[in-house]
C-alpha cells in the first residue's frame, strides 16, 4: 500500500484509502463465537471487492478491521464507495445459533487530495475517522480531513460528508418558528412570553428525544448483556465440565458384571427343561403385557 | 443416566434383580452388588432446604430423618404405586408417586453401580395384585434406566431363586401385603395366589392401637411404633421383654409393651394359615400333604421371632399339619430370585422386549 500512495504522488493519481470496521464486533464475538466473527469479516471483504474494480483494489485485514486502498478513484467517487459499502452492509444477514444477525459498518475514508503527505498520515486520519464514526452509533462513513496547521491541536477528523442518517438533515420546522420568534423578539417586534413558550417546549421535545432514545438503547443494550451473561455462563459451566474430566478424580466406572461371558440357564441343572417351561411362560407373559399396553396407548392417542 | 443411555454398549450385559417393595426396595445385580433402601423419596421444599440439604432428592432413612424439609413420597403404599393421597405421609398425588417410583427405581439401579457401556437387564418383582396400569407405570419408570425390563411376581421370584419349583407355597409378608402363591411347576395364575392385607404396616397400626389403649400420657409417633416393632418383634411365648421409652408430660417413660407387641403380630397368623389353607384345599388332593411340608416364609415380616413355628403350630390346628421354612435372607430373597431369573432368560427373549 506504501508503494501504491508512492506512485500515486509520483504520477499524481488520485487515491482513497479507507479503514472498515465492523460495529460492535467484540460483543458479537462474545456472543457467537470465532467462527462468526470470521464469517462477518469475509463478507465484508468480499463485499468490497464486488463494490470496486478488482483489479484496482488493495485490501487487507487487520486485527478487526479491513484496510482498502483503492488506486485511480476521484474524491466524489470515493464517497459514493464508502456510501456503497456502509449501506450493502446493512443488507448482509447471517445465521448463528439460531438466530438472524444484521450488522452495520463504520468507515473512516481519506483521499490524496485531501492534502495528506505520507501514507502513515493517511492510515492515521482514515482510523481517527472510523473511530469517529463508530461513536457517533456507526452506520456511517466519515472523511477525514487535514488539520489547518494553524489549529496546533490533535488532528481531528471532520464529517463533511456523514452519511445520512435519520439525526441529520434539514432544519426542522419548529427551528425555523422558533428563529423567526427569536429575531422578532430581539429586534422588538415580537413577544418575550411568545418566545419563552415556545424556547419552552423546543427544550421539552428534546428532553422527550434523548429520553426516548436512551431508554431505547439501554434496553437493547441490557437484552445484548444479558445474552452475552448467559453465553459466558455456558461456556463456564463447559469448561468445568471438561476440567471435571481432566483434573476431578475419576469417576466410578461401574463394575463388570461376573456373568460377563456366562448367561442362560445351566444345561446340566436337573430341571433345565421345567425352567426353560417357567421363562418362557414369564416371557409371554410380559409380552403380552407390553402389547397390551402398546394397544391402550395408541387407541388413547386415536 | 442420560449419559448411560447414550453411550455405546458393547462391554456385556448386567442382569439386575429388584424387588419393589412397600417398605424396602432391594436390588441384587450379577456384578455383586446388592442394596437395600426404605422405599422413601423426599423433594427439597424450597432453595432453602435444597441448599442445607446439599441435594434436590433424598432417599430411604435420609428422607425420613429430614422429612421436614422435604415433600415426602412412599409411591408404593400397599405393594402397588400410589394414585391417592398418602396421608401417613404428607403429599401423595398420582403425578408425585409415578415421579416418586421412578426416581426410587432410577436410584436402586445407581446403587447397583452399572457400567456405562454395558447394557442393563432387569426384572422386577411386583406385587401379585398389581394393576395393569400399576405394571404400566412400573415399566415405564424403568425403561428410563435400563435396557430392557421384565416383571414377574413377588413370590414366584422368591420360589426360583430357591430352585423350589414344584409343590411349594411361599408366604411374602411385606410391609403393604401378605402375598400366598402356591407354586406347581407351572407359571402360577390368578387361582394360585392370595394377596392379603396384613401386612407389616397392618402390625403397626394394631399395635399402635394397643398402646395408646393402655399406656396412659404416653406420646409416641408411628415411626416410634415401627422401630420398636421391627427391635422387638416376636409371636414366642418366651419372647425377649419389650422395654421401650416414650415421653410422658415431656419426661422419658420406659414401658414393658412386649405383651402388645405379642398380640400385635400374632394377629396376621390366623388369616395366612387360612389363606393357606384355600390354597392347599383346591390343590390335588394327593400331593397336598407335600404341599403342607413346603412352606417357605419371605419378606420383611418373616423376620417376626417365632413367626415360622407359630405358623405351623397353627397348621397343625387348622390342616392337620405343616412344615415352614424361613428363608436366609429376608431382605434380599425376592430380589435374589429375581436376579437368577433375569439371568436365566434367554438372550432374544431380553432384545424382543427392548
Not at chain 1, 211 to 221: A, E, I, L, W
Not at chain 1, 226 to 242: C, F, I, N, P, Y
Not at chain 1, 279 to 293: E, G, H, V
Request: glycine residues 8%; proline residues 4%.
Amino acid at each position: 500500500m506504501t508503494a501504491e500512495f508512492d506512485r500515486s504522488t509520483r504520477f499524481g493519481t488520485p487515491l482513497a484509502f479507507l479503514q472498515i470496521g465492523v460495529d460492535r464486533l467484540g460483543y458479537l464475538h462474545d456472543l457467537y463465537g470465532e467462527e462468526s466473527r470470521q464469517e462477518i469479516l469475509g463478507a465484508i471483504n468480499d463485499l468490497l471487492r464486488r463494490s470496486t474494480r478488482s483489479s484496482d483494489l488493495l485490501g487487507y485485514p487487520e486485527g478487526d478491521r479491513i484496510l482498502a486502498a483503492v488506486p485511480h478513484i476521484e474524491g466524489e467517487h470515493a464517497n459514493f464507495l464508502a456510501e456503497r459499502l456502509v449501506s450493502g452492509a446493512r443488507g448482509l444477514t447471517f445465521e448463528a445459533d439460531g438466530r438472524t444477525l444484521r450488522i452495520t459498518v463504520s468507515i473512516g475514508l481519506i483521499h490524496t487530495a485531501d492534502g495528506v503527505e505520507s501514507f502513515d498520515e493517511m492510515v492515521v486520519l482514515a482510523r481517527e475517522s472510523m473511530t469517529t464514526a463508530a461513536e457517533k452509533g456507526g452506520d456511517r462513513y466519515l472523511r477525514a480531513v487535514k488539520p489547518v496547521p494553524e489549529t496546533r491541536g490533535p488532528s481531528q477528523p471532520a464529517a463533511p460528508n456523514p452519511s445520512p442518517s435519520p439525526t441529520s438533515g434539514e432544519p426542522q420546522f419548529t427551528d425555523v418558528l422558533l428563529a423567526e420568534s427569536l429575531r422578532q423578539a430581539l429586534s422588538g417586534e415580537g413577544s418575550q412570553a411568545v418566545l419563552a413558550k415556545e424556547l419552552l417546549a423546543k427544550i421539552m421535545s428534546e428532553v422527550e428525544d434523548r429520553f426516548q432514545n436512551s431508554s431505547g438503547t439501554g434496553d437493547s443494550r441490557h437484552e445484548l448483556l444479558e445474552r452475552r451473561v448467559a453465553k459466558l455462563g455456558d461456556m463456564l459451566s463447559r469448561t468445568e465440565a471438561q476440567l471435571r474430566d481432566v483434573l476431578g478424580p475419576k469417576a466410578d466406572q461401574g463394575i463388570s458384571s461376573v456373568y460377563h461371558d456366562v448367561q442362560g440357564l445351566n444345561p446340566e441343572e436337573s430341571n433345565v427343561e421345567q425352567k426353560k417351561e417357567l421363562l418362557s411362560a414369564l416371557f409371554d407373559a410380559n409380552l403380552r403385557m407390553k402389547k397390551i399396553i402398546e394397544e391402550d396407548r395408541s387407541s388413547s392417542k386415536s | 443416566m442420560e449419559t448411560m443411555t447414550n453411550s455405546k454398549k458393547d462391554h456385556g450385559v448386567l442382569y439386575l434383580g429388584i424387588d419393589l417393595g412397600t417398605s424396602r426396595t432391594s436390588v441384587c445385580a450379577s456384578n455383586g452388588e446388592r442394596a437395600t433402601l426404605s422405599s422413601f423419596v423426599g423433594y427439597a421444599k424450597d432453595v432453602v432446604s435444597r441448599k442445607s440439604l446439599g441435594a434436590d432428592i433424598l432417599f430411604g432413612d435420609d428422607a425420613l430423618a429430614k422429612r421436614m424439609s422435604l415433600n415426602l413420597y412412599r409411591p408404593l403404599s400397599q405393594g402397588v404405586i400410589q394414585e391417592g393421597a398418602d396421608t401417613s405421609h404428607g403429599l401423595g398425588d398420582k403425578a408425585g408417586n409415578l415421579r416418586a417410583a421412578a426416581d426410587l427405581i432410577k436410584e436402586i439401579i445407581a446403587r447397583a453401580k452399572p457400567r456405562k457401556d454395558e447394557l442393563v437387564y432387569a426384572v422386577i418383582g411386583a406385587p401379585a395384585e398389581a394393576s395393569i396400569h400399576n405394571k404400566e407405570a412400573i415399566l415405564d419408570a424403568a425403561r428410563g434406566t435400563v435396557d430392557s425390563v421384565m416383571l414377574c411376581s413377588e413370590p414366584f421370584a422368591v420360589a426360583y431363586g430357591l430352585d423350589m419349583l414344584d409343590d411349594v407355597l411361599v408366604i411374602d409378608i411385606g410391609a403393604g401385603t401378605v402375598d400366598l402363591c402356591r407354586m406347581h411347576g407351572t407359571m402360577p395364575d390368578e387361582s394360585d395366589q392370595i394377596t392379603l392385607t396384613c401386612g407389616g404396616d397392618f402390625v403397626d397400626r394394631a399395635f399402635e392401637e394397643r398402646l395408646t389403649a393402655t399406656l396412659e400420657g404416653a406420646r409416641f409417633s408411628a415411626r416410634m411404633v415401627k422401630e420398636a416393632k421391627e427391635r422387638y418383634a416376636s409371636v414366642a411365648d418366651d419372647m425377649e421383654p419389650a422395654m421401650v421409652t416414650f415421653p410422658v408430660n415431656g419426661k422419658p417413660t420406659v414401658f414393658d409393651v412386649t405383651e402388645q407387641l405379642r398380640e400385635a403380630c400374632r394377629l396376621i397368623i390366623p388369616p395366612i394359615v387360612e389363606g393357606l389353607g384355600k390354597l392347599v384345599a383346591s390343590f390335588d388332593p394327593e400331593f397336598q400333604d407335600r404341599l403342607k411340608d413346603r412352606v417357605l416364609l419371605a419378606g420383611g415380616g418373616s423376620q417376626i421371632r417365632g413367626l415360622d413355628t407359630a405358623i405351623e403350630a397353627c397348621m397343625q390346628d387348622m390342616l392337620g399339619r405343616g412344615k415352614v421354612q424361613r428363608i436366609e435372607e429376608p431382605m434380599y430373597g425376592g430380589a435374589n430370585g429375581a436376579l437368577k431369573i433375569a439371568h436365566d432368560m434367554p438372550a432374544e427373549y431380553w432384545e424382543q422386549l427392548k
